[in-house]
């Protein structure tokens, strides 16, 4: 089966450090990955999205990197805080993009301690 | 603009009783989705819709009806409620097709079927 995996394990960081969270795939080349943030009790929030030909993308303190060899991407934070502290999600389209429907992975907990 | 607003955002039901979810979106989007996150678990797809009056399901189908009779309203429908369906209800909406992958989520409907 086509999956998309997360580390379900929470990630603990001290303030100020880059938090590095993994989202796997197997079995398919996704052409697209997205990023979302989730808070307690709230819908998620996009991120970021990034595309199989580019290797890297970032926006503000967020960087986001596309492995198709590795069949992994990689969510960095840099100089993080605690209001970073949340549920992240990856996601991968699902079928045709033009029907824009998702496949998430179960989403990595950080925990920014100050 | 209020983006995708669900209502109502808690609900504890009886089994066997029905109900419909809210979804509306004020930001002229052709494609809205439902999902349910379950805890600890990424969002699975119920159905979905690319324009009004077309529906089609997701991963999840089972127990949920919906319409689209307009653009900005996508209910979601649950006849006969079962425990099975106790989770949190997203809706989403996207601009669609290669033009913005980007989905918009509402706060969530917590559903508790007892």
């Known amino acids: 089966s086509q999956k998309i995996e997360q580390n379900s394990e929470a990630l603990n960081i001290q303030e100020g450090k880059t938090a590095t969270l993994t989202c796997n795939y197997t079995?398919?080349?996704?052409?697209?990955l997205q990023w979302y943030r989730q808070d307690p009790g709230r819908g998620p929030v996009f991120l970021l999205l990034?595309?199989?030909?580019?290797k890297e993308k970032r926006k503000e303190r967020l960087k986001v990197t596309f492995d198709t060899t590795l069949k992994q991407s990689l969510f960095h934070i840099t100089a993080s805080q605690p209001a970073d502290s949340a549920t992240y999600l990856c996601?991968?389209?699902?079928?045709?993009?033009?029907?824009?429907?998702?496949?998430f992975g179960q989403g990595t907990t950080l925990q920014v301690k100050p | 603009n209020a983006g995708v607003t669900q209502t109502p955002k808690f609900r504890i039901l009886k089994i066997g009783q029905s109900m419909t979810l809210q979804c509306a979106q004020d930001?002229?989007?052709?494609?809205m989705y439902w999902y349910r996150q379950d805890p600890g678990m990424g969002l699975k797809l119920i159905y979905y819709?690319?324009?009004?009056?077309?529906?089609d399901k997701g991963e999840v189908p089972n127990g949920y009806n919906v319409s689209r009779s307009t653009t900005e309203d996508f209910p979601l429908r649950l006849e006969l409620a079962a425990p099975s369906q106790t989770s949190v209800y997203f809706c989403?909406?996207?601009?669609?097709?290669?033009?913005?992958?980007?989905?918009?989520f509402g706060q969530g409907t917590r559903l508790t079927v007892v």
């Open positions: 079995n398919y080349s996704p052409a697209y």
């Open positions: 989403a909406s996207t601009l669609g097709g290669q033009i913005s992958l980007e989905a918009f």
């Open positions: 930001m002229n989007h052709n494609y």
């Open positions: 819709s690319v324009g009004a009056g077309i529906t």
């Open positions: 996601a991968r389209i699902n079928g045709s993009s033009n029907t824009g429907k998702l496949i």
């Open positions: 990034i595309r199989e030909n580019e």
